[in-house]
C-alpha cells in the first residue's frame, strides 16, 4: 500500500483508477492487448496496432470502422483515449497515435505510415520541432 500512496503522489493518480488498471510489473502491453483495449471500444472495428519503438509503450493504432461516417475526429479518439487514461496514468502505455478512419478513409490512406517523434530521424521530420538555444554558443 505504501508503494500506491507513494505513486498517487507522484502521478496525481488516485487510487481508483489504479485499482482499474491490471498491473503487469515486469511486462509491456502486447499487439494482443492493445487490440483487445481498442476492441472494447469499437468492437465491430478492424484494428491494426504496431509499436513504433519496440519497447512496448508508445504504440500506432489504426481503428476503421464504418461508425466514423460523419462524426468528427475528436469524438471518434476520445472514447479511446478516455479508456486508455488508466493505463496512461501507470505509464503501462507511454504514447498512442491513433488513426480513427472510416472505410473510405482508410483506402485513400493506405500508405501513411506511424509518426514516431522518438526515431533517429530516418525519415524527414513531420510536426512540432523546439529548438532550445545552446548556452554555449
Known sequence: MKLIHK??????????????????????????WMIDEVKKVYPDADVEVFDTTGSGDHWFVKIIDSSFEGVRL????????????PHIATNYVHALDLKCW???????????????????????????QVRRPNKEE
Open 7 to 32: 505513486f498517487n503522489k507522484m502521478s496525481n493518480c488516485s487510487t481508483r483508477e489504479l485499482k482499474m488498471v491490471e498491473v503487469y510489473p515486469y511486462s509491456m502491453p502486447t499487439a494482443e
Open 74 to 85: 475528436i469524438h471518434r479518439q476520445k472514447p479511446v483515449i478516455n479508456h486508455f487514461k
Open 102 to 128: 472510416t472505410p473510405e478513409q482508410a483506402l485513400e490512406r493506405s500508405g501513411e505510415t506511424p509518426f514516431s517523434p522518438h526515431e533517429a530521424r530516418r525519415n524527414e521530420f513531420v510536426g512540432v
